[in-house]
């Protein structure tokens, strides 16, 4: 549970009983519960909210597709394996795209930001 300054719990979590660390729901005060399903991996599959949007996770080897239940679509593209994989590109639902790199020298990622047919550099640490 947390809880802001003043001690009145602001969020709370719900945990697999067969999985430990698992987080099968989580809930803000005063908000519905939004529950997590997993695959055999234990990557989420679905983040199902009753009050909203509602996501599915489909995973391939080099990127992940996000579903919400208005049928609009993410894409994920990934490098790297295992636990060191990294986003290196976003495609929007509305059909834009950001692109990551990373800078391995200097330890800190780049990111690309097209607009209007600019493209811009942040350095992010």
């Known amino acids: 549970m947390v809880y802001d300054r003043s001690g009145k719990q602001v969020r ?25 399903r997993y695959d055999s991996d234990g990557r989420v599959t679905e983040q199902l ?39 290196v590109k976003k495609e929007h639902a509305d059909g834009s795209v950001t692109q990551s790199q990373f800078d391995a020298v200097a330890g800190s ?8 047919g600019q493209q811009n550099t942040a350095r992010m640490w």
Do not use: C
């Open 49 to 87: 909210n009753p009050a909203g949007l509602s996501y599915t996770y489909q995973y391939e080897k080099d990127h992940i597709t996000i579903t919400d239940s208005l049928d609009r679509r993410e894409v994920l593209h990934t490098q790297g394996e295992a636990g060191l994989k990294r986003v």
């Open 109 to 116: 990622g780049h990111r690309r930001m097209p607009q209007a």
């Open 12 to 36: 709370s979590f719900t945990y697999d009983d067969k999985y430990r660390g698992r987080m099968v729901a989580h809930r803000h005060t005063g908000r519905p519960e939004i529950r997590y």
